[in-house]
Every structure is written in structure tokens, then in C-alpha cells.
């Protein structure tokens, strides 16, 4: 058996990768709140192959971010289940928000660059973490 050797560089990286899920965990509850509670919010673009109703986005982007923000509380604990979770959950969020650039452009391709950051953290480095919360 050969043991693992941790490293700091990879549990940095898996904690920056729980922080980014919470964070942008966050930005997709106020997304999804602010386009539930006022439609009008958002500009008005022209018809797109994904075009739901504002309200819809508002409920997906909901449910994303009470589930990323969930994750990225199990990953700081070294759970391996809410690091596939987080993958997951991170690659539906960028999916989501793919479909939300023309709505709002900026704010949806910077959290899918924060997705794809917390994808490889997590893929990458995941295990590291675990291993340090079980030492």
C-alpha cells in the first residue's frame, strides 16, 4: 500500500474551490431572487433557441445556488459525496448560465469561469482535503 502524500498546495486549491462554490452559490440566489421577485429586472433581448421566461431562470438559478452553497459546506468538511455534488452542481451552473448570457453577458460568463475554476479544484485536488480532515 503506498500512502498519499499530502499536500498544502492541493488542499489550498480544494478550499479555494468550496469558497468559489460558495460564492458563487451566492450570486446565483441573488440572481434567482431578483429575477423571481421582479422580472422586469432584466433586459428585454431578442428570441433565443433557450428562451423560458424570466421567472423560470429566477427558480433554476434558485435551486443551483442552495445547492452549491450546501456543497461547498460539505466539501470544507472532506466529504467526498458533496465533492461529486459539487461537481456536478458546478457544471449544471455553468450550463445555466451559458443559456443566461443573453440576459445578463458579464455576470454569466464570470461564473462560468468560477465553475470551471471549481470543477478542476475539485477534480484535481479533491482528495487532498479529505485526507487532511480525517488525519
Known amino acids: 500500500m503506498s500512502e498519499h502524500q499530502v499536500s498544502g498546495w492541493a488542499v ?3 478550499m479555494f474551490a ?10 446565483q440566489v441573488i440572481a434567482g431572487i431578483a429575477a423571481i421577485a421582479q422580472d422586469e429586472i432584466y433586459a428585454v433581448t431578442p428570441e433565443w433557441v ?8 429566477g427558480w433554476i ?3 443551483v445556488g442552495v445547492v452549491l452553497l450546501l456543497s461547498a459546506f460539505g466539501v ?5 459525496a458533496a465533492r461529486t455534488v459539487g461537481v456536478v452542481v458546478a457544471a449544471l451552473s455553468a450550463i445555466a448560465n451559458f443559456a443566461f448570457i443573453p440576459y445578463y453577458p458579464i455576470w454569466a460568463l464570470v461564473v462560468i469561469a468560477i465553475d470551471v475554476a471549481v ?3 475539485l477534480t484535481a485536488h479533491g482528495r487532498d ?7
Open 12 to 14: 489550498g486549491w480544494t
Open 18 to 27: 468550496a469558497m468559489m462554490m460558495g460564492i458563487a452559490g451566492v450570486f
Open 50 to 57: 433557450l428562451s423560458l421566461d424570466v421567472t423560470t431562470w
Open 61 to 63: 438559478h434558485l435551486v
Open 76 to 80: 470544507m468538511g472532506g466529504n467526498l
Open 119 to 121: 470543477i478542476w479544484a
Open 129 to 135: 482535503l479529505a485526507d487532511t480532515s480525517h488525519a
